[in-house]
Nanobody, 113 residues
């Protein structure tokens, strides 16, 4: 049984920062590309960033230069450092091992203007 637990969301003013964490139980973490997604109210879930087991990274254009994805394989944890936050970043953020169907419960990020 694989479980994912996101944390670190909250309410922040525009221009502020948050760091999200995602702890993955089970042995799949180290061999999987990890992804962060987000879903804003009334919108489809979108891919924000990915990081392979070897550290190769991709970002959505909307977050390039502001967000940083990382991972600690020893801790089975993925991170999303979010800087220069904008109101349009408001969403529920989810992590996911990309090659699986497992999702966490998500963590709410709200950016006020």
């Amino acid at each position: 049984q694989v479980q994912l637990a996101e944390s670190g969301g909250g309410l922040v003013q525009a221009g502020g920062s948050l760091r999200l964490s995602c702890v993955v139980s089970g042995t799949i973490f180290s061999i999987n590309t990890m992804a962060w997604y987000r879903q804003a109210p009334g919108k489809q879930r979108e891919l924000v960033a990915t990081i392979t087991s070897g550290g190769r990274i991709n970002y959505a254009d909307s977050v390039k230069g502001r967000f940083t994805i990382s991972r600690d394989n020893a801790k089975n944890t993925a991170y999303l450092q979010m800087n220069s936050l904008k109101p349009e970043d408001t969403a529920v953020y989810y992590c996911k091992p990309l090659a699986t169907t497992y999702w966490g419960q998500g963590t709410q990020v709200t950016v006020s203007s």
